[in-house]
């Protein structure tokens, strides 16, 4: 007879399809230990937190009323764990569980687990029994734990599901079992390199067969290439440096047991693998001379394994990755020549891999990402038209390998990226006509990706973070009303997903750019008091976004673009003296936080701006025209405006001219110059 009092963690409704599945499912929550910092909190079955859980075969073998059985376990049950798959979607009984658990408690305490035999490819919704598809909202689908060995596989989400039970964040977790990983990962490198130095001594002291002492460097290469490969692999995503330092170490104290003319090209390219990596290891630690010299030992090194292979591809390919490396660390240390030196090799590495085997995917990819590489670099420099041509190199790569695999979403993304990047190369070029086109067709893409791929939900977000920025560029054009329908549209479907997933940082931040664009809308729709509500909220949100965060740095893209509303808020309404001392506050913090190479641009745009409503068009001048042919159009009516303000009228128009021939039609640009052309005086209030 069962305790009436007895109440259940969670009851796991499954088609007896995926009996296996569920008895896995059963038996791994059951035995899952929180961590030991949790289980002070969880009261007397600490150990046992996640304890019992129902599941209808095991717990009534003997019940004589199966349909009161279950639905007793279900009044008793905590939370409704639904496996789902095709058969789920089409059993009666898990929907009648469904159904009556949904009157009990509600969805809010469902958790749909993919079960791992579901078709790939089928959407979520299809694969959740009726009644749930009935309780959702229309167009909104639950956030599905995915069993699938190229999902979240059966580790992540046993701990996914253990955290939404618990009631505690997933990284909490995740940091709990990277960390026991971490200890059986450090225990296994210790043995390899045991067995390693073991085996060596043997080789020395003991083996007298040539035969067998070449078995023996085989093994003894194979662990090192273990802890190269697969413990790397292991070891990268729990974050400790300090252990992926150490199997560098000592692979490279083992090769450098015996000369460099002694070892044979694998022994060197294995060698070359671990400088490598403690190159990686010191730039993250941010030792960059450090990295710079353990590059260039690995870069010596495939070097001259290439020139003895011109024509092996694992070869050239690696001496490729020391190439790039090495750029980049011109790159971060400002040496841009060199910088960009290396990059363009790395292209012409990754095109002789094509040359190579033509038929490789990865290796064409590889121009591509090589193009991309060097069209960052380009773009931060302010090259605008080469960042384009290579950008648009990358593109043609990326979208003839999307087309040839129309399936894989990895490509469709990567041809996505290249056009946004085109999109941005145009903008900073003053080409917003042209600039949309090209982000309208990003979106066009990534609106496929979401229709092949319904349950990516980061496809999602970013489709929707697209969408928002297709909005700026339609008020750019003078497309208000567009805009603001877009935008708001954009803003629904990403507060959905925000809910989905209230711990995913990057897409409240997605909100929050989106709440700075219904304030732009606000101010150029001639609401000035909409606006000013609006901008109160989002510096709520800005503060509660780095509520907890340490070191939170200013961002001229949040911090900065909050600061430049206030600015034009302020003049909106005439009042010049809140506005100028808005422009001073905003220099002071562009003059006071810490610069770094990706916000240059923006830093530059804003204090351009803040000096000339401060008054100092000269200023202005000064911060915006070396740029002149790698600014954003807004930027070019400032300095436009600021040349007016200093008489400098026909260099004025000519930007003014420019600009509309390119499309730009901003209300704040078309009110401006139509109430005072760039042949009269300036107006006082700059930027009404």
């Known amino acids: 007879m069962m305790n009436s009092r007895q109440r259940y963690k969670a009851f796991i409704s499954y088609s007896h399809h995926d009996r296996k599945a569920a008895e896995w499912l059963h038996r791994s929550l059951e035995s899952y230990r929180p961590p030991a910092g949790l289980r002070a909190g969880l009261g007397e079955a600490s150990g046992n937190a996640l304890k019992p859980i129902f599941r209808d075969r095991d717990e009534l073998s003997a019940a004589a009323d199966l349909s009161e059985a279950i639905r007793d376990a279900l009044d008793r049950s905590d939370t409704l764990i639904i496996l789902c798959s095709s058969h ?43 009644a749930l598809r009935a309780a959702l909202p229309e167009g909104v689908e639950p956030l599905a734990v995915d069993l699938r060995q190229d999902a979240d596989g059966r580790r992540l989400a046993k701990l996914k599901i253990a955290a939404r039970l618990l009631g505690v964040s997933l990284d909490r977790l995740v940091q709990r079992d990277a960390r026991r990983r971490l200890r059986l990962m450090t225990a296994v490198s210790g043995v390899a390199l045991a067995i390693t130095v073991g085996m060596g001594a043997m080789t020395v002291v003991t083996l007298k067969s040539r035969q067998i002492a070449r078995e ?58 671990a400088q490598t990596l403690l190159g990686t290891i010191r730039e993250q630690r941010g030792d960059l001379e450090g990295a710079q010299d353990a590059f260039a030992q690995a870069a010596a090194t495939t070097h001259a394994l290439v020139e003895r292979s011109p024509n092996d591809g694992d070869r050239v390919f690696d001496e490729a990755q020391n190439v790039f490396w090495l750029a980049y660390m011109g790159w971060r240390r400002g040496e841009i020549a060199q910088a960009e030196r290396g990059f363009k090799r790395y292209a012409e590495l990754a095109q002789r891999l094509v040359v190579i085997d033509p038929n490789r995917a990865d290796w064409r990819i590889e121009v591509a990402y090589a193009k991309n590489n060097l069209g960052t670099l380009l773009f931060e420099e302010g090259r605008a038209g080469e960042a384009l041509a290579s950008f648009r190199a990358a593109f043609s790569i990326f979208e003839a390998e999307r087309l040839r695999a129309p399936t894989d979403k990895q490509r469709l993304m990567d041809s996505a990226n290249a056009r946004a990047w085109v999109a941005d190369c145009l903008l900073l070029m003053a080409k917003p006509r042209e600039a949309f086109t090209e982000r309208k067709a990003a979106a066009e893409l990534l609106a496929k990706g979401e229709a092949a791929f319904p349950a990516d939900q980061r496809l999602a977000a970013k489709s929707v973070a697209t969408q928002l920025a297709l909005a700026r560029l339609e008020l750019d054009l003078g497309r208000v009303a567009e805009a603001r329908s877009r935008s708001k549209a954009a803003m629904n479907r990403l507060r959905e997903l925000a809910a989905l997933d209230p711990t995913n940082t990057r897409w409240r931040e997605y909100v929050l750019i989106g709440e700075l664009d219904f304030i732009d809308f606000a101010i150029w729709s001639g609401q000035p008091v909409q606006a000013r509500s609006l901008h109160a909220a989002a510096l709520a949100n ?82 915006l025209s070396p740029r002149r042919n790698a600014l954003p159009p807004a930027s070019l009516d400032v300095l436009a405006r600021a040349y007016a303000a200093v008489g400098e009228r026909e260099t004025a128009a000519r930007i003014v001219r420019d600009l509309k021939q390119e499309g730009y039609a901003h209300p704040g640009f078309v009110a401006f110059w139509r109430e005072s052309p760039a042949g009269g005086p300036p107006q006082s209030g700059v930027l009404k």
């Open 88 to 130: 789920a979607a089409t059993s009666r009984w898990v929907d009648k569980e469904v159904a009556h658990f949904l009157t009990l408690r509600g969805a809010d305490h469902m958790i749909s687990v993919i079960a791992p035999g579901a078709p790939e490819g089928l959407p979520l919704m299809e694969l959740l029994p009726p």
């Open 542 to 623: 800005l503060a509660r976004t780095r509520k907890g965060q340490e070191g939170g740095s200013w961002r001229p893209d949040l911090d900065g673009r909050l600061a430049r509303q206030a600015v034009v808020l302020a003049l909106s309404v005439g009042d010049v003296a809140t506005a100028k001392r808005a422009a001073k506050s905003l220099v002071e913090a562009l003059e006071t936080s810490k610069v770094d190479r990706e916000t240059a641009f923006g830093r530059t745009d804003l204090l351009g701006l803040a000096q000339l409503v401060d008054g100092k068009p000269s200023a202005a001048i000064k911060a």
């Open 216 to 273: 023996q460097r085989d093994e003894t290469e194979a662990l090192v290439a273990y802890m190269l490969g697969d413990l790397r692999e292991q070891l990268e995503p729990v974050g400790r440096l300090d252990l992926l330092d150490g199997v560098s170490a000592k692979v490279l104290a083992y090769y450098a047991k015996a000369q460099s003319d002694q070892l044979d090209d694998k022994a060197l390219a294995q060698r070359a693998k």
